[in-house]
């Protein structure tokens, strides 16, 4: 499976950005798809996820409100509508997909990133 990012980029605070992942390959065994993110010398963190079979969604509580998490199941592919970005939102985003079949196991995969700079 491979995911690619697209999306990133330069925007001021306050605009907004739209991020998107397209899955492709054996995709069957991914239950769960979202967004991750990593600034400079901090941590990844979780920032919304989806789930591929129904609409759950979860969210980073800082970008509660600002932030949804969408997919379309027939293109394999995500979005991240990212609204209201605050210089804190800079990082490099990943897309994150993984799940379980009696098939494949546990699979875990990852984009290579796509980077998002809010000016201030």
């Known amino acids: 499976v491979q995911l690619v990012e697209s999306g990133g980029g330069l925007v001021q605070a306050g605009g907004s950005l739209r991020l998107s992942c397209a899955a492709s390959g054996t995709t069957f065994s991914i239950n769960n798809m979202g967004w991750y993110r990593q600034a400079p010398g901090k941590q990844r963190e979780l920032v919304a996820a989806?789930?591929?079979?129904?609409?759950?969604?979860n969210y980073l509580n800082f970008v509660k409100g600002r932030f949804t998490i969408s997919r379309d199941n027939a293109k394999n592919t995500i979005h991240l509508q990212m609204n209201s970005l605050k210089p804190e939102d800079t990082a490099v985003y990943y897309c994150?997909?993984?799940?379980?079949?009696?098939?494949?196991?546990?699979?875990?995969?990852w984009g290579k990133g796509t980077l998002v700079t809010v000016s201030s």
């Open positions: 994150n997909a993984w799940g379980y079949s009696d098939y494949d196991g546990g699979v875990d995969y």
């Open positions: 989806i789930t591929v079979g129904g609409d759950a969604t």
